[in-house]
């Protein structure tokens, strides 16, 4: 990600990204921050608006590359909860983050049932 000389920006980086693979330019796909299941709401909190402020950088980014109209797409996953989002520009400056899923991962062999819906999510994202 470009520094920016917003300092409210310095700093911010997802723990994970998924990224179009190009010699010269790459475009953000998926963006995502991880917490354990112990952590404090406040950093859960922290995290989400640190994902909106990342996917918000990975649109402005593709508009600055010549690609408009991106929709990105962001996991925020605390312990075994997972929720998808995805963002677009609605319009100049009014960026939109919808929440379009949410899912739990199997905890252990009796709650293998869960799959399904992780499955269902994450294949609204693809």
Same mark, same amino acid.
């Given at each position: 990600m470009k520094k920016r000389f917003d300092p409210a920006l310095w700093g911010v980086k997802p723990d994970f990204i998924i990224r179009t693979?190009?010699?010269?330019?790459? /475009?953000?796909?998926?963006?995502?921050e991880v917490k354990p299941p112990n952590a404090k709401i406040g950093l859960v909190k922290q995290?989400?608006?640190?994902?909106?402020?990342?996917?918000?950088?990975?649109i402005d980014k593709s508009i600055e590359d010549g690609i408009p109209n991106l929709v990105i797409c962001g996991l925020h /996953?605390?312990?075994?909860?997972?929720?998808?989002?995805?963002?677009?520009?609605?319009f100049d400056g009014v960026y939109r983050m919808i929440m379009i899923g949410e899912f739990e991962f199997p905890q252990g062999a009796t709650s293998l049932g869960t799959i399904l819906g992780c499955y269902q999510v994450l294949r609204t994202i693809q």
């Open positions: 693979a190009h010699d010269q330019k790459h /475009i953000e796909l998926l963006v995502g995290d989400l608006v640190s994902l909106g402020k990342v996917m918000k950088n990975a /996953i605390v312990g075994f909860l997972g929720r998808a989002y995805v963002m677009d520009l609605q």
